[in-house]
């Protein structure tokens, strides 16, 4: 891609190219094809910028490039042993804070990245953006974007919560459906949030009702096998769902 940095110095040089060649022909009395020369460049140089605009504005924001990665499906297939898609969480919830403290739109930031991992339109990308609104959302009301939470999650580390009862515990990535039911989802951004330490790990197997509907909705979208579905039903607290 052309930089968009050095069209400006190559301008900034022609510029100066051209003051002092002005300057030259003041000062001798002297008339060459030198004018032509300069002004060749002169529309050289705009071509590429006219060129280099449309990429540069399309160009997509840091936060979605480093959101896209982390949530790229086929990157998340290679995971391997508990919790290990965690920090991917934790980074993902720095990345769309940071976008909107740069005044972008999360909205945004998340379409672009369905783009960039190729997951765009597909409904494994409105689970995944739904679910980091909402972890977005979560890690607001509990305080944990300050300057010293938001360097924590960029490093894919639970951050402290600074705000309710719970403050002083650290934010833990939990799954919303339990490894012990679906262990297929045990390492999926979509199927973590953020959560109190305490409350964290005090979960138990069981299937709670949100966990329920929420495995119906995957179960449709063909996000969660036919075995998954079923264990997850037997194992529901408010008994299966049709």
Known sequence: MIRLESILRTFELYHHTQSVFDDAQIAHGVCTN??????????????????????????????AVAIAEQTDPVKLATLKGERAAN??????????????????????VLDESAELNKTAGTPYAGFVSWGLLENLKIAKELGLLTPEGMAELKRGKSATITKGQYAGQEAEAGLVIPKAVCPELQNQVMNLELLPGSLNRARSEKVTDRANVFAKELYDAKLLSTEGWTKVQGLSSGGPIN
């Open 87 to 108: 920090p991917r969480l934790q980074k993902c919830v720095y990345w769309l804070a940071y976008a909107v403290a740069q005044g972008e739109k999360p909205e945004v």
């Open 34 to 63: 030198g004018g032509g020369i300069i002004k060749a460049m002169h529309k050289v140089m705009l071509a590429l910028l006219l060129a280099a605009t449309p990429s540069i504005i399309a160009a997509p924001s840091t936060a």
